[in-house]
Structures are given as structure tokens and as C-alpha cells.
């Protein structure tokens, strides 16, 4: 069994943490904003235009039944909650009462059934496209993600030398916002030293050996490569000695920001803009074995799992999104949380990650969100389990535009006030 840490509730613990947060505003200030005063640059605010559905590019050819699965799985979790609430952060996406229709439409259709001419007119009879942009810009960045699979044991031994850890109890979260309104949303992560927080570990740190002999390994796996990446997807599959698999998620992070370490190989000049992907860095890393450990390195930030539950009734259903309903491969997409609600519908158009010239035009619906995913049109596909998944999540990076798809109950332009709120202009 493992074993587990207990921290102290006693007032002298609360007194350190009220007390060191204070500190840790101006300890971390250069971190947060680049500079001593707070930034006077313009913040990212969502917009969002009226369109049509003649104006979707594709939008006619998309089989879209997967998108009503994996709609159907976030309205799951939507209807759960009660119809005053709201879908998310920015008030124009309404609350979960204008949802409830289409979301109880979608969970009582058959979609093994479902013709792609009935799935198109499902979105096209209850839905209105709008384009998203920040301040008007519509243009964004869209890369993509899959579930890695990688080769573990329950216990150290042999080839099995890497560790995946558990969540350490010993890190504490100060949301810097119950401090001062100007850093509202700004969280740090660190732990507790004597009567002091600090910093938590960084990548270094932690595999120099600082969790060790704390039983939070969760499994053991040989390859410290595909550890590394394992925790920039965020989730993935373990294959045990015995053929069973063990699923892993994202359970937290150490705090750090992270750093993608294909920007320190183009700066060493060992790859290019234009080579640059996860198989060439993956492929560097493997060949270059006394060098890897100090090029991951550069990338403080380490993510802690947890060992995720497999439906019985769906065993191959993808990993959990941050709505806590599984993916749907091709058809989930990550975006920035800050704007975006959970359990939207989102058509995206941007181009195919091996062949710029060919288009990619679907229909996905916002399900998780991402530590580097940020900004109102950004988002981050989910293309599944496998290596064909990886070829084409480690290839995607490009630009694009997206349309959220609000149901006609909603009307984002009758939030005159929505400049003051989340999300931003309307």
C-alpha cells in the first residue's frame, strides 16, 4: 500500500501560507510579468462574429458523427449540473438550461445508426456559427496531441528505471488572485520548507532524485524519452508484462513553466524551423543519449498522473478531457479555458499537418484544455492512441480560425456589458 504524507492543519500552517503568499507575489513578479510593474500590454479578449453556415468552408462534405458522440459525451456531464449555472467562463456561451435542449437531443440519438446527413442537420437546425477571434484577429495556432503508449512494470527492475510519480502531498497552490485583483487567475506552486514555501522541484531536481524514497512512483517505465513526452501529452496508455494496461492522466504539475525543448535543438542548430517536429526531437534525443537528459532539462515544468478508471461498458474509449468525459480522436480539441467553455462545438479550418497545401475542415467540440494552449483562437486536436496518431500530432502546427457554435436560444450580442467580463468584447 502505498504510504502518504499528512500535512498539518494547524494555524501556524495557515499562518506560513497566508504570510509566505504575500511574499511570493514579488518573489515570483519577474516570472508572472517579465518586468518589475504590471505589463501595459492588451490583454486577450475574445470576440465573437455572427456567420453562417455557408460561410464554413467544408462544412458540407465533414462527417460529423463522431462529433455528435463526443457532443453527447460532454452534454452528459452538462446536464448534471443545474440550469442557472453557467457553460463557462464568458457569459455570451449562456447557461446550462440553453444547452439543455440540444443536449438532450443528442443523448437520446442512436449515432451507430445516424446518417451523416442527419448528424450535419442535428448542428445545422439548432445551432449558429460564430467566429472567434481575439480583438477581431481571427487567426490562431493549431498543433495537435495524442495518447502515447509505452512499456511499464508496477516495480523497479531491469530495463523498467524511469519512474512516473504520483501527485506529492507536500505541494500547496496559492491562487495569487485572493490577494490582489491585478493577479487574479495567476496560481504558484511550491512546497513547504520549515517555517518558508519555496519553489517547488523542478524537472532537474526531481530526476536528480528529490521524490525518491517517498512511494509516489505509480509505474516504471523503460524508456525516459517517452516518459518525457508522455507528460506533454498529458495522458497515455502502460503496457504491463502481463498485456494489461494501465491508463494514466494528468494529475497535476510541479508549477514551472514549460518550455518546449524543440526551441533549445533549433538554437543549438541540430534541427530547423522546418525540421523541427516530435519525431525529429524524439529521434535527437535517442541518438544523442549523454545530451538528452541536460536538452529535457531545459523544460522545468514536470506533470504529475494518476491512474485513470476504464469504463467496462467502453474499454477503448480515449482518455479523459478536462470535462471528465473521454476523448473522441479527431473530433476533441483542446482550447484555452480562460474563454472557452467546455462541451462547445467548434469548426475548425486550418490546413492538414503533412501537406500544407491539403485542408483540414471538422466539426470538434472543446472537451480539454493544455498548459501551453493559450489565447481566445488557439486550440490543440486530439488525434487518439497509436503512431499514426503521433505522426500527425507531432507534425501539426498551423495556422487557422475557428467558429464556436451557440444554440439559438443564445444571443451573445444582447451581452452589451460582455467587454467587462471573462472572455472579453463581443
Same mark, same amino acid.
Given at each position: 500500500?502505498?504510504?502518504?504524507?499528512?500535512?498539518?492543519?494547524?494555524?501556524?500552517?495557515?499562518?506560513?501560507?497566508? @504570510?509566505?503568499?504575500?511574499?511570493?507575489?514579488w518573489?515570483?513578479?519577474?516570472?508572472i510579468?517579465?518586468?518589475?510593474e504590471?505589463?501595459?500590454?492588451?490583454?486577450?479578449?475574445?470576440?465573437?462574429?455572427?456567420?453562417?453556415?455557408?460561410?464554413?468552408?467544408?462544412?458540407?462534405?465533414?462527417?460529423?458523427? @463522431?462529433?455528435?458522440?463526443a457532443?453527447?459525451?460532454?452534454?452528459?456531464?452538462?446536464?448534471?449540473?443545474?440550469?442557472?449555472?453557467?457553460?463557462?467562463?464568458?457569459?455570451?456561451m449562456?447557461?446550462?438550461?440553453?444547452w439543455?435542449?440540444?443536449?438532450? $437531443?443528442?443523448?437520446? %440519438?442512436?449515432v451507430?445508426?445516424?446518417?451523416?446527413?442527419?448528424?450535419?442537420?442535428?448542428f445545422?437546425?439548432?445551432?449558429?456559427?460564430?467566429?472567434?477571434?481575439?480583438?477581431?484577429t481571427?487567426?490562431?495556432?493549431? $498543433?495537435?496531441?495524442?495518447?502515447?503508449e509505452?512499456?511499464?512494470?508496477?516495480?523497479? @527492475?531491469?530495463?523498467?528505471?524511469?519512474? %512516473?510519480?504520483?501527485?506529492?502531498?507536500?505541494?500547496?497552490?496559492?491562487?495569487?488572485?485572493?490577494? +490582489?485583483?491585478?493577479?487574479?487567475?495567476?496560481?504558484?506552486?511550491?512546497?513547504i520548507?520549515?517555517?518558508?514555501?519555496k519553489?517547488?522541484?523542478?524537472?532537474?531536481?526531481?530526476?536528480?532524485?528529490?521524490?525518491?524514497?517517498?512511494?509516489?512512483?505509480?509505474?516504471?517505465?523503460?524508456?525516459?524519452?517517452?516518459?518525457?513526452?508522455?507528460?506533454?501529452?498529458?495522458?497515455?496508455?502502460?503496457?504491463?508484462?502481463?498485456?494489461?494496461?494501465?491508463?494514466?492522466?494528468?494529475?497535476?504539475?510541479?508549477?514551472h513553466?514549460?518550455?518546449?525543448?524543440?526551441?533549445?535543438?533549433?538554437? +543549438?542548430?541540430?534541427? $530547423? +524551423?522546418?525540421?523541427v517536429? %516530435?519525431q525529429?526531437?524524439?529521434?535527437?534525443?535517442?541518438?544523442?543519449?549523454?545530451?538528452? =537528459?541536460?536538452?529535457?532539462?531545459?523544460?522545468?515544468?514536470?506533470?504529475?498522473?494518476q491512474?485513470?478508471?476504464?469504463?467496462?461498458?467502453?474499454?477503448?474509449?480515449?482518455?479523459l478531457?478536462?470535462?471528465?468525459?473521454p476523448?473522441?480522436?479527431?473530433?476533441?480539441?483542446?482550447?484555452?479555458? +480562460?474563454?472557452?467553455?467546455?462541451?462547445?462545438?467548434v469548426?475548425?479550418?486550418?490546413?492538414?499537418?503533412?501537406?500544407?497545401?491539403?485542408?483540414f475542415?471538422? %466539426?470538434?467540440?472543446?472537451?480539454? $484544455?493544455?498548459?501551453?494552449?493559450?489565447?481566445?483562437?488557439?486550440?490543440?486536436?486530439?488525434?487518439?492512441?497509436?503512431? =499514426?496518431?503521433?505522426?500527425?500530432?507531432?507534425?501539426?502546427?498551423?495556422?487557422?480560425?475557428?467558429?464556436?457554435?451557440?444554440?439559438?436560444?443564445?444571443?451573445?450580442?444582447?451581452?452589451?456589458?460582455?467587454?467587462?467580463?471573462?472572455?472579453?468584447?463581443?
Amino acid at each position: 500500500m502505498k504510504r502518504r504524507l499528512v500535512l498539518s492543519r494547524s494555524l501556524s500552517l495557515v499562518s506560513v501560507l497566508v @504570510g509566505a503568499a504575500a511574499a511570493l507575489i514579488w518573489m515570483f513578479w519577474p516570472q508572472i510579468t517579465g518586468q518589475i510593474e504590471p505589463p501595459a500590454e492588451v490583454e486577450d479578449k475574445l470576440t465573437l462574429r455572427p456567420a453562417t453556415f455557408a460561410d464554413l468552408d467544408g462544412w458540407q462534405t465533414d462527417d460529423m458523427r @463522431g462529433t455528435v458522440r463526443a457532443f453527447a459525451r460532454s452534454c452528459q456531464a452538462m446536464l448534471r449540473r443545474s440550469d442557472d449555472k453557467p457553460v463557462g467562463p464568458d457569459p455570451r456561451m449562456g447557461t446550462i438550461g440553453q444547452w439543455r435542449d440540444r443536449c438532450e $437531443t443528442a443523448v437520446s %440519438l442512436d449515432v451507430e445508426s445516424l446518417r451523416k446527413e442527419d448528424a450535419r442537420a442535428f448542428f445545422e437546425s439548432g445551432f449558429r456559427p460564430y467566429l472567434s477571434g481575439n480583438r477581431d484577429t481571427a487567426e490562431g495556432l493549431f $498543433t495537435g496531441y495524442y495518447e502515447p503508449e509505452l512499456q511499464g512494470q508496477l516495480t523497479r @527492475g531491469g530495463a523498467y528505471q524511469t519512474p %512516473l510519480y504520483l501527485k506529492p502531498n507536500d505541494m500547496v497552490s496559492i491562487d495569487l488572485g485572493d490577494f +490582489r485583483e491585478d493577479l487574479k487567475g495567476t496560481k504558484l506552486v511550491g512546497r513547504i520548507a520549515g517555517d518558508a514555501i519555496k519553489p517547488y522541484y523542478d524537472r532537474e531536481a526531481i530526476e536528480e532524485g528529490a521524490l525518491s524514497d517517498r512511494d509516489l512512483e505509480l509505474v516504471w517505465v523503460d524508456d525516459a524519452v517517452d516518459a518525457f513526452f508522455l507528460q506533454i501529452q498529458g495522458s497515455g496508455r502502460v503496457v504491463l508484462p502481463d498485456d494489461s494496461v494501465l491508463r494514466v492522466g494528468y494529475a497535476a504539475t510541479n508549477g514551472h513553466p514549460y518550455f518546449a525543448i524543440g526551441r533549445e535543438l533549433i538554437a +543549438r542548430g541540430v534541427l $530547423t +524551423r522546418e525540421t523541427v517536429s %516530435l519525431q525529429s526531437i524524439r529521434k535527437w534525443l535517442h541518438d544523442n543519449p549523454g545530451e538528452a =537528459d541536460a536538452v529535457m532539462n531545459t523544460n522545468a515544468s514536470y506533470v504529475f498522473f494518476q491512474p485513470l478508471k476504464v469504463d467496462p461498458n467502453d474499454p477503448e474509449a480515449g482518455p479523459l478531457g478536462s470535462q471528465g468525459v473521454p476523448l473522441e480522436p479527431g473530433r476533441s480539441l483542446a482550447v484555452d479555458r +480562460r474563454f472557452h467553455a467546455m462541451g462547445v462545438p467548434v469548426w475548425l479550418e486550418t490546413s492538414d499537418p503533412m501537406n500544407a497545401d491539403r485542408t483540414f475542415r471538422r %466539426l470538434m467540440v472543446a472537451q480539454d $484544455t493544455g498548459g501551453a494552449i493559450r489565447g481566445p483562437v488557439r486550440g490543440d486536436i486530439f488525434f487518439g492512441p497509436g503512431e =499514426d496518431a503521433a505522426l500527425y500530432a507531432g507534425h501539426m502546427n498551423r495556422e487557422g480560425r475557428k467558429y464556436v457554435l451557440l444554440p439559438n436560444s443564445i444571443d451573445p450580442a444582447s451581452w452589451q456589458d460582455a467587454d467587462t467580463q471573462t472572455g472579453g468584447t463581443s
